[in-house]
């Protein structure tokens, strides 16, 4: 009764220890958001691999794909036909983005993925992604009535500079750039722009390569080309420039939309230079050997955005089958396929799964993985430096350890003459030590208490916090261009707030413990006389 | 005194007690032979110079401290070899101690302070369940010393007569046997120093209370029933060869 007594009047009375425990309490704490912050930021980037990936992804040893054939379609239904939840089948290979933006084009690596939208939402939800679908409707590459209305607008005005153009070639003294202005109702000839050199003046609509050697083309040619082919106006004769071309593609958000700081807001904002409705170019390489360079144009049909940025700013996804047939994966009626994602019933299955499908599949042309492996150097980042930060935070509780030793040794001789007293009164030693010990314990629970509340409510106002030190420091400590998520996300994981409050009072009692020994061990008549 | 002296044990003895303290390599002898029989309901008063071996006499009395050769004897029965846990209980239950600088425990208020020898005896469980006995008995006790007013006070809100009330109140709580008392006026004025006796010889006379009082005050001493004078660490001779006591 006495030791829980003095243990209390203690903590109430003994400031000094307190302030003892405030580095533990930072320590939880902090130890508390950075587990949250990266156990979101983890969660987060698992929740969205997956969903791009699916749980089981069978992939062709080689970028020529394989075909899929019956065999290989039984042999998968013989294999895993129980677990299987959803099968898409994809073609996967590296490619060139060209965008324009003005009078400039913008080439980007990509990664080109011809997916079938229908069965792709079947293992992963790609509608949410996606920035002009609605995330129950099902995928597709028509494009949404807003997208028809710019891509009319844009070709008409195209179209009719085109036509200008051709009716009146411009001059070669003239230096002024080209300006897309709305036509005017004149009769005099339009300003003929004009290019420092061919590559500025590629014409968007220009699908044809052009042999070697003419790119220091005569600056009077026309820029868009002289046959224009696979672009709005390929086929100009039959069919509407207006309408979309055959290749359609779903594109990065990162790829073509720009994050700048306004510099009169300060806010982050985005500049886009595509949108649905517009057309860009794309090159890639053909199936076979040696693999021929290709291109092809292709209009985008949607906007690309998982909120993470290694994915926005590098996939694009486009129509499956135009993929293949400008690969020349389409040959003796079976269309060749690089990889096929499936999603099981069971997700926790997928270990077993893929072991099936490597007896079930020639290992000479297949490798199956789960996404996880697929990820695996990712995925272990992120946790070798969870694990990391764990160990020295951890260690900023280690030292808050010490000073509780050291405070504890200071209070034990302050208290030697009531130590003294405790024992004629009939106290045992062991009494004493466990006066100690839970005074100890009782700091570990205000300090760990203390942190773990100041740790969820800064996890749970965390974004809010990083919004207040931006606005004081005048500096961003979240910037949305560097890391992958557009906000700090954040998941608290009771287990781990369990053992780091266990782990910061295991430390405070075992602190106490030398403390607590010593004063038990005090003579009691040595410690009567104590002055 | 005739009836107690007819006892066959003494209530506490000290059978030729030795005790030196060790500073470094040094031995320095406190008590060099000490034999004392103390009576039930006998107020003994130990008197000596400053570093005679009263304090530590006391102390011996008390299992605060073990004799380096000798024995404490508590009704014919050896004490001092006991282990801790023994010694601890007749700590709390057999002797009462009061101190020259009261020792009040000063994050505890008067009340918990006299509590405090029921709640190390209890556990937690078996403190709650008779709390209410314990706080009436106690409040009862504190009463008697006057200190009624008081309860709710820190050490530190209270003079030194009034703490050294309420030591002698925390002393009696566990109702013991032996009232150990050291020095127990030593830090008062005269006239408060002249309550706190008139308290312990009422309790000697009214309750049959055991008190051995040690002090360096003839006068106080004088109150006892009997004086053990001591001298450089033995009992001082007065005429005889080996007298152990002399009368009050």
């Known amino acids: 009764m006495y030791k829980s007594l003095l243990c209390l009047r203690y903590l109430r009375t003994r400031y000094i220890a307190l302030a003892s425990i405030i580095s533990m309490t930072l320590g939880v704490a902090t130890m508390i958001v950075v587990n949250s912050v990266m156990d979101g930021f983890s969660t987060d980037m698992r929740t969205r691999l997956r969903g791009i990936l699916a749980d089981v992804i069978v992939e062709t040893n080689s970028l020529d794909g394989e075909p899929v054939t019956k065999d290989i379609k039984n042999s998968i239904q013989r294999a895993i036909g129980d677990d299987i939840a959803g099968m898409t089948e994809t073609v996967e290979i590296y490619a060139m983005l060209s965008v324009q933006y003005g009078s400039q084009w913008q080439s980007k690596p990509v990664t080109l993925i011809g997916i079938d939208p229908e069965t792709k939402a079947t293992v992963g939800p790609l509608a949410q992604y996606l920035e002009h679908t609605k995330d129950n409707d099902i995928p597709n590459w028509e494009l949404s009535p807003e997208a028809m209305a710019y891509r009319k607008e844009w070709t008409t005005r195209a179209q009719w500079m085109v036509e200008r153009w051709n009716h009146n070639p411009p001059p070669i003294e003239q230096n002024e750039q080209v300006s897309f202005e709305e036509p005017v109702e004149s009769s005099e000839p339009l300003p003929a722009p004009k290019f420092a050199n061919e590559s500025e003046t590629a014409s968007p609509f220009d699908q044809t390569p052009k042999p070697k050697g003419t790119h220091k083309a005569n600056p009077t040619a026309n820029p868009f080309g002289e046959d224009l082919k696979v672009s709005a106006f390929e086929e100009k004769e039959e069919r509407d420039p207006s309408s979309p071309l055959p290749g359609r593609v779903y594109i990065g958000y990162g790829l073509v939309s720009f994050p700048y700081e306004d510099p009169e807001t300060g806010k982050t904002e985005t500049f886009q230079i595509v949108k649905p409705g517009d057309d860009v170019k794309i090159s890639t390489v053909t199936a076979g050997q040696p693999p021929e360079p290709t291109h092809f144009n292709a209009t985008v049909v949607d906007l690309f955005k998982s909120n993470m940025s290694e994915h926005d700013s590098s996939l694009v996804f486009c129509n499956l089958e135009y993929l293949q047939e400008m690969r020349g994966m389409i040959g003796g009626g079976e269309k060749s396929i690089t990889s096929i994602q499936i999603k099981l019933k069971r997700p926790e299955d997928a270990a077993m799964v893929v072991s099936k499908l490597e007896e079930a599949l020639p290992a000479s042309k297949f490798r199956v993985r789960t996404w996880e492996d697929k990820q695996g150097p990712l995925l272990a980042a992120v946790e070798v430096e969870s694990a990391i930060l764990n160990v020295l935070l951890f260690l900023i509780i280690a030292v808050a350890g010490f000073g509780i030793l050291a405070i504890f040794f200071m209070i034990t001789i302050e208290k030697t003459r009531d130590i003294g007293v405790l024992k004629a009164l009939g106290a045992s030693s062991n009494g004493i030590m466990s006066i100690f010990l839970s005074y100890g314990l009782a700091l570990g629970l205000v300090g760990s208490g203390v942190g773990v509340i100041v740790g969820l409510l800064f996890v749970r106002y965390i974004n809010e916090i990083e919004k207040a030190i931006t606005w004081i420091t005048g500096r961003k400590v979240f910037d949305q261009r560097i890391y992958y998520f557009p906000e700090i996300s954040t998941h608290v994981n009771p287990m781990m707030v369990f053992w780091v409050a266990i782990g910061a009072m295991v430390i405070a009692v075992l602190a106490s413990i030398l403390p607590a020994r010593k004063a038990a061990r005090f003579h009691p008549v040595e410690s009567l006389r104590y002055e | ?248």
């Open chain 2, 1 to 248: 005194m005739t009836e107690t002296l007819s006892m066959p044990h003494p209530q506490l003895s000290a059978i030729a007690i030795e005790k030196a303290y060790r500073k470094d390599k040094h031995k320095v002898p406190v008590l060099r032979g000490i034999d004392v029989d103390v009576q039930k309901a006998e107020f003994l008063s130990i008197v000596g110079q400053s570093g005679s071996g009263k304090s530590t006499l006391m102390h011996l009395f008390g299992l605060l401290d073990s004799p380096d050769i000798g024995e404490i004897q508590l009704e014919g029965q050896r004490i001092d070899d006991l282990p801790d846990h023994a010694r601890d209980q007749i700590r709390n239950r057999v002797f009462g101690f009061i101190f020259q600088f009261y020792h009040l425990l000063p994050e505890l208020n008067l009340l918990e302070n006299v509590l405090s020898p029921l709640m190390i005896r209890y556990s937690t469980w078996e403190y709650w369940k008779q709390k209410k006995k314990f706080r009436e008995d106690a409040l009862e006790i504190i009463e008697k010393v006057g200190l009624s007013h008081r309860i709710k006070h820190r050490p530190s809100e209270m003079s030194g007569g009034e703490m050294q009330r309420a030591a002698i109140a925390r002393a009696l709580i566990a109702k013991p046997q032996i009232l150990l008392a050291d020095e127990p006026t030593g830090n008062l004025d005269s006239s408060t120093g002249k309550e706190i006796m008139n308290l312990l010889t009422n309790l000697n006379e009214q309750e049959q209370l055991t008190i051995i009082m040690v002090t360096h005050d003839n006068s106080i001493a004088a109150q006892a029933h009997r004086t053990v004078r001591l001298l450089e660490g033995q009992i001082e001779v007065l005429g005889k060869s080996h007298a152990t006591s002399v009368p009050a």
